[in-house]
């Protein structure tokens, strides 16, 4: 079993829809967890972290942690054809402190 | 504010040669970390330099070294290179507290190995 798995990809979705990015992990003791975005050729960006379960909204974006369910998601409210990117899921194990962990990745295309 | 910078941007090797690579943290980070990303793959932990000392290390051979100076930037070296170590290396700095370690990303240097 990966220690981090991404929704396999790619994912299309229409301009002005939601967009919905699954990550599950294998280490319940897992402490942070953090989506980035990685455009092509380009290094990878933070958007969001989230420490504890329940949801995290930041403008468009919406995390969401269940650490019983082992899995975060990343939702992105009215996609935009800017959203079009390779969203990465990382976690930091509790025993590896500042190691990042990273999922696959899942390729996200928004058409207009 | 400067974010986090690495040089160079690209770099072209062969086999069995030594690459230095070099990362400055963003201001008021203190902690580097290198990752190594090959193609459709997500980054992957080599180590981590807090204090001028590696903290961590991921599952990466001896080849691969880094250093950390007193003014937080770091070095990453590659000794006799593979073919198989042509990737983006990306730095990323942070300034752990707490338990929480956000990490935030350079531009990355390509590598390839011929």
């Known amino acids: 079993q990966k220690e981090v798995e991404q929704n396999s990809g790619p994912l299309s979705v229409p301009e002005g829809a939601i967009a919905s990015l699954n990550c599950t992990y294998s280490?319940?003791?897992?402490?942070?967890f953090f989506w980035y975005r990685q455009y092509s050729g380009k290094s990878p960006e933070l958007i969001m972290f989230?420490?504890?379960?329940g949801d995290k909204e930041d403008g468009r974006f919406t995390a969401q942690l269940n650490k019983a369910s082992q899995y975060v998601s990343l939702l992105i409210r009215d996609s935009q054809p800017s959203d079009s990117a390779t969203y990465l899921c990382?976690?930091?194990?509790?025993?590896?402190?500042?190691?990042?962990?990273f999922g696959q990745g899942t390729i996200l295309t928004v058409h207009p | 504010d400067a974010g986090v910078t690495q040089s160079p941007t690209h770099l072209i090797k062969t086999r069995g040669q030594q690459v230095t690579l070099r990362c400055s943290p963003k201001?008021?980070?203190?902690?580097v970390s290198w990752y190594q990303q090959a193609l459709g793959q997500g980054p992957q932990f080599i180590f981590q330099y807090y204090e001028e000392e590696e903290r961590q290390r991921g599952n990466f051979p001896d080849r691969f070294s880094g250093h950390q100076f007193p003014n937080y930037s770091s070095e990453l070296n590659v000794n006799a290179l593979l073919l198989g170590d042509s990737a983006l290396y990306l730095c990323?700095?942070?300034?752990?507290?707490?338990?929480?370690?956000?990490?935030?990303f350079g531009p990355g240097t390509r590598l390839t190995v011929l």
């Open positions: 990323a700095s942070s300034t752990p507290r707490r338990g929480r370690d956000t990490q935030y």
């Open positions: 201001s008021g980070h203190d902690t």
């Open positions: 990382a976690v930091s194990p509790r025993t590896s402190y500042g190691k990042l962990t």
């Open positions: 989230i420490y504890s379960n």
């Open positions: 280490d319940r003791g897992s402490q942070s």
